[in-house]
C-alpha cells in the first residue's frame, strides 16, 4: 500500500496503467476510489470502461511516441541530405 507522500506525487494518475490521466485528477480520483473499492473489470461495466480507457490512453501514447521517433528520424536524414 503506498504511503500518503506516495499517494500525493501519483494524484492524476491512472490507478489501472502508470500514466497521467488526460481526463484530469478528478476523473483520476474517482477511478482512484473505484479500483480501490471493489474493481473487477470482468464482472463490472463501470470497472471494464476504467480498464478499456487505460488501454487506450497506453496504445495512443506508444503511437505518438512511435511518431515522434520516426519524425527525429526523417528530420535527421533530410539533414545529412543537405550535407
Not at 499517494?7 to 484530469?24: L, M
Request: a negative charge; one cysteine or more.
Amino acid at each position: 500500500m503506498m504511503t500518503s507522500n506516495e499517494s500525493e506525487q501519483r494524484k492524476g494518475f491512472c490507478p489501472v496503467y502508470d500514466i497521467e490521466c488526460p481526463a484530469g485528477p478528478d476523473a483520476a480520483e474517482s477511478c482512484e476510489n473505484r479500483f480501490r473499492a471493489d474493481y473487477n473489470p470482468l464482472t463490472s461495466f463501470r470497472d471494464s470502461e476504467i480498464e478499456h480507457c487505460a488501454i487506450y490512453r497506453m496504445q495512443q501514447k506508444a503511437e505518438l511516441a512511435r511518431e515522434t521517433g520516426e519524425d527525429a528520424k526523417e528530420i535527421e536524414n533530410s539533414s545529412k541530405d543537405g550535407e
